[in-house]
Structure formats: C-alpha cells, structure tokens
C-alpha cells in the first residue's frame, strides 16, 4: 500500500530531482563541448592541410612560371613556333585556376580561424557556466546533507512519537478495562438502587396512607373550626358583607353591592410573609383554601390562606417565576418562568409533575382551561402554544405578531381564548384552528391584562390609559368604562 509522503521527505525528494535535472543539463554541456573540442580538432586539420595544399600549389606555381619563362626566354629556339604559344597559354591558365584555387582556400583558412575563435569563446562560456554548475551543486549537496540530517532527526522523533503513541495507547486500554469495570460496578449500583427505590416507594406509600389517614383526621376537625370561626367572622361588624358571585361580578352596581353583592375590600384582614425579595404573581384556590406566591425567587411557595401557614415550597424552577395559577378544581399549580418553561405541581403531594418545555422566550403568562385538560402559555417569542395537560405535549401553537402581557380563557374547554396586547388592542383566538377571530383597539395605550367571566361573555380589560373596560366577549364592543384619578396599572 502506497503511504503518503510528509511534507520534509516530497522537498527532499524535489531537490533531488532538481539536482539530477542539472547534473543532466552539466552532462549535455560537457558533451556539447566534447563535439566542439573534436570540430576545432579537425577544423585544425584540415586547415593544416589547406596550408600543405596551398604550398604546393604555390610550388607548382613556381616550377611552370620558371618553365614558362625558360620557354619564354628561347631555350627551345624558334623551331618549337606554335607550340610553346600554345604552353605558354594552358599554363596561364592553370596558374590563375591555382591562383583562384588559393584564393578560396585562403577564404576558407580565415572562416575556418573565425569559427575557431567562436567556439573557443563558446568553450570559455562553457566553462564558466560548468564552474557557477559547480558551485551550485556543492550548495545542493550541503542542502541535501543539512536535509539528509533533518530528515535523521525528524525520524529519530518519529521513533520517539511512534514509542509515546504505544505508550498511550497501553494506557488507553487500562483505562478501557477499568471503565468496563466501573461500568458494571455501575449496573450493579443501578439494580440496588432500583431495589432500595423500590423499597422506598413502598415506605412512601404507607408513610402517606399513614398520614392520609391523619391529615383526613386533622382535616375534619380543622374544617369544623373553619366553620366556627366563619360562622364568627359574619357575625364580626369589621368584616362587612362577604359573597362573591363570579358572575354577577361584572357590571355590578352600588345598589347590588348594598343588595347583597360583592364589595371592595376596605381594610386588611390579615398579613402572610412570604419571603420574597420581588413578588410577580399571586393566585388564590376557587374554595379560598390555597394561597400561592411567585416572584424573583425559583422557588413557588404555597400557603394556608386562613391561617397563613406554609403549606409548600415548589422547586424546579432554573429562573424567576412570572405568574402562578391554580386549577379550578385545586389539584394543580401551574407557574410560568423566565427559564423559557412552564411547570405544574400536583397539590395534594407536592410534587412535579409536567414541564411544558418549547418556547424560546421568557414565559410571561399560563392559564389552566377550566377543566385543566388544556394549559396555555404566551411567551417572549410572541407565541400563545396550546398544551394537553396529561401528555405536557403542545398540540397548537399561535403567533401573535404582537407583544402580549396577559391571556384568558373564554370557555371550560378553552376553545376560545382572548390576549391583551401592546399595541393597545386585544384579540380573540379559535385554539384548535389558530385562526384569530375578533380584534379591536378598545384602548389608548398598551392593554395590561385581561380577566373574563365563569360563562365567557364579558371581558374585563386594565390598560396603562388609566382605564377598565368591560366588553362585550362576542362582538368587543366596549360596554362599561371606569376610571379614579391618579390609577395606573
């Protein structure tokens, strides 16, 4: 299997071929010089021999210009005639052929003594140029010894790297061995943990039969004083008139009030600490019997409201608690925190039971449907969501566009809710469609909150222009208006 080569060795590697690539342009050069050593070799030969040809032709030259001049000066007398004209002619003529000859091997010497001197100076380029080849390759080659002795230590600490990687890969197999152990020791601890949590729930349950038993007990005797000390409180002249009627609520006017109607409190009738640096949100139980507090804290306290005793201290909560609220029957608590969740509490243990987790804001309001089958929350988000209370599942979720301060429900079921908004309107909702059924801007400014009656048919509106409102649930329209110098929400 071919293994890819790090960064050191492919340099190592391209300067190797970069020296084989110039050792091979030295070795074309000196070749090169070599043929043009051989050429002046026999350029030098053969002008050695057009010097020996031009010699004797400058002989012969001179043997027939001697002969002609012998002919010429009569050593052959009169009687040779014709014939020595004849001589003298061819031999004219062979002297300017010899002549023309030398002339050419003369021109031919001095080219063969230019090329000569272009290829000596070709040899001292040449040489030159294989003295700075030279010199580079003794730079390559320290190159390539510094890179041969870069190349020892790298893979002397690759040894050392590959001795510390088995090292640690033993001590990674230790470590899996005792993980496994651990891990089984674990199973064991889970399956007597099981047992004892097991068992503990067996203590649990007949502790709270147990004390089922008593507080039932105690319960009716409490409820026997409860009676006595109502049937007291009537009687007392600072307590005033004490019904409440939810659905003559609304709309009441002094005449009813003083006909046996509800009636504004006038005075304090008693005091519950609740220990909070910062109270939110206050919700009292349909029979009176609970009081239940939220605010800075995480903690939801529960109190007795005859009394004012601390019934329960509800935990879960990561952040602030922004509203609380009590289910019609009085089993549930339901708090809405700043921790992006809603929780509910059973009443009668105490315990958690549901987190409604899926807004990605702060939850600002919860409100139970009056059968506690529905939850419905309004978050930061700008969404309403919709929650079956047995599943904590959301089953429909609203988008609002607008901020929201506060949300109601218009029926037992909570088919229809209606949402009290900041750009001074409220808005009134299909749950199961999402679809928005009525909106109206009955207000100046930002709407605070909104309450609606037991049947769903008025609405009851606080907004920040100093103003309550009722209106009309089916059509908005405004029925009632009421104001007090100096009241804002």
């Not at 010089?33 to 030259?61: C, D, I, M």
């Not at 969404?383 to 089953?395: A, E, M, S």
């Amino acid at each position: 299997m071919a293994q890819t080569k790090t960064g050191w060795e492919a340099r190592i590697l391209a300067q190797l071929e970069q020296r084989e690539l110039r050792v091979a342009t030295v070795a074309k050069v000196i070749q090169s010089y070599n043929r043009l050593a051989g050429k002046v070799g026999e350029f030098a030969s053969h002008s050695r021999e057009v010097e020996a040809r031009s010699r004797e032709l400058q002989g012969e030259h001179e043997r027939m210009f001697e002969n002609y001049q012998y002919g010429a000066g009569g050593g052959g007398g009169m009687g040779i005639g014709g014939g020595s004209m004849q001589g003298t002619t061819l031999a004219q003529q062979r002297i300017a052929d010899l002549e023309r000859e030398v002339e050419a091997l003369k021109e031919e010497r001095t080219a063969l003594y230019r090329t000569q001197g272009t290829n000596a100076q070709r040899l001292l380029d040449l040489s030159d140029r294989m003295r700075e080849t030279d010199e580079q390759m003794r730079q390559q080659e320290l190159e390539i010894d510094g890179s041969h002795e870069a190349l020892r230590r790298a893979n002397s600490k690759l040894n050392d790297m590959q001795a510390s990687l088995k090292e640690k890969d033993g001590t990674i197999q230790i470590l899996q061995d005792e993980m496994s152990a651990l891990q089984l020791e674990i199973v064991q601890i889970e399956e007597r943990c099981g047992k004892l949590q097991s068992e503990n729930n067996d203590l649990v349950k007949r502790w709270l039969k147990k004390m089922n038993e008593e507080a039932q007990k105690v319960n009716d005797v409490t409820h026997e004083l409860e009676l006595i000390r109502r049937k007291s409180s009537a009687l007392s002249p600072r307590m005033g008139t004490a019904v409440f009627e939810d659905d003559q609520f609304f709309g009441l006017s002094p005449m009813s009030a003083r006909n046996g109607g509800s009636v504004a409190p006038h005075s304090a009738v008693g005091k519950i600490d609740a220990r909070m640096e910062e109270l939110h949100s206050i919700a009292l139980s349909r029979n009176g019997e609970l009081l239940a507090v939220g605010g800075h804290s995480t903690t939801v306290k529960v109190f007795d409201a005859a009394t004012g005793d601390s019934v329960y201290s509800l935990t879960g909560c990561l952040k602030g608690v922004n509203h609380v609220e009590i289910s019609a029957d009085g089993t549930m608590l339901l708090a809405a925190s700043s921790d992006n969740t809603a929780r509910i509490w059973k009443l009668d243990t105490g315990r958690h039971w549901k987190s409604l987790t899926g807004h990605i804001g702060s939850v600002v309001t919860a409100k139970f449907s009056t059968d506690a089958a529905r939850v419905f929350t309004y978050s930061q988000d700008r969404t309403v969501k919709v929650w079956d209370t047995q599943r904590g599942l959301c089953i429909k979720t609203l988008f609002t566009v607008s901020s929201c301060h506060d949300i109601d429900v218009l029926d037992s079921a909570g088919a229809r809710i209606v949402t009290a908004h900041m750009d001074n309107s409220i808005r009134v909702w299909d749950s199961s469609s999402g679809k928005k059924l009525r909106e109206a801007a009955i207000h100046k400014e930002q709407v605070m909150s909104v309450c609606a009656n037991r049947s769903g048919t008025r609405i009851l509106t606080n907004s920040c222009d100093g103003t309550l409102k009722f209106v009309d649930a089916s059509t908005l329209e405004v029925l009632t208006v009421m104001s007090a110098a100096g009241y804002r929400p």
